[in-house]
């Protein structure tokens, strides 16, 4: 375990990627956002380089993946807030793994780090704290999953975590960003209500390899060229609030909602499935940009 100095001076970091400035709703418990605008370009440059590369999509879409994680814990204090210990670690990983099975994905933790440093813990997302913890700890490349748990600040209070997207890990120095953050009390026997199952890290492990909220722009959904561009989910208008047995929330569109699915907001005990179309557009975006 380390404890860290001060942080990298402010004029050491390059600008940010487009996603930085996208923010979401100061309730929400994920803070992995994209606009519209954006997410049109992204799809349009996809299409592209599957356009380009379909065959060689098609052959990778087959293959197995074993995914290195490197876990970074965060603490206030050593043994104190912040606290993560092996058997949670482990449990989570697991539960990446339940969540994601038959995706042809498998994640295998390789590395776990503990540091003490408060700046850090309590550093906001997108803040210069957590860009300087980020900066100092990456270890890995675009098929490393970096995991950081850290407490967030006060901007959010009900922040539990964030991610980057595949096609976030661009050329040059701000590599460095890519990975997930999630609030310590997340993990798996975690202390945070309703969502200490882990089910959060496989969601911003779901925007990792590619994958939008179920409810992304709302009811406008036309097959799999609008919404979160996947075509088994159904139209979501916006996210689930708790574990209700039945929801519509576009009842003029083909569906129910998909809250039992990882990439919307509800209870941890209602996530418990993503769909075969997520599963081949992760496979599709980790060729692209990952593999």
Known sequence: M???????????????????????????????????DEQRLVEKEFARRKGVNGTALDLFAKRAVTVPVVWNTIMETS?????????????????INASFLGSGFTFVL???????????????????????MKKQLRQGDAKTLKIYTTNFGDLNP????????????????????????????????GSATNYNSGAVFAHEVGHWLGLYHTFQNGCAKSGEFDGDYVSDTP??????????????????????????????????????NFTPGQFARIKDYWASYRG
């Open 110 to 132: 390789t590395l776990r780090r503990r540091y003490v440093y408060p700046p850090w813990f309590n550093g906001d997302k997108n803040s210069k704290e957590e860009k300087a």
């Open 235 to 272: 139209a979501q208008a916006n996210a689930t609030s708790g574990c209700p047995p039945i929801r519509d929330s576009c009842p003029n569109l083909p569906g129910r909602d998909p809250h039992h699915n990882f990439m919307d907001y509800s209870y941890d005990r209602c996530r418990d």
């Open 2 to 36: 380390a404890v860290l100095g001060a942080p990298i001076d402010d004029d050491d970091y390059e600008r940010s990627p487009a996603w930085l400035t996208y923010y979401a709703r100061d309730d929400s418990p994920c803070g992995t956002e994209i606009s519209l």
């Open 79 to 95: 043994g104190g807030k912040g606290s993560v210990s092996n058997f949670q670690i482990d449990e989570t990983i697991a539960k």
């Open 158 to 189: 009900k922040l539990l975590g964030h991610a980057t997207f595949p096609w976030d890990y661009s050329p040059g120095a701000n590599q460095y960003l890519d990975g997930i953050v999630v609030k310590y009390i997340a993990v798996s026997w």
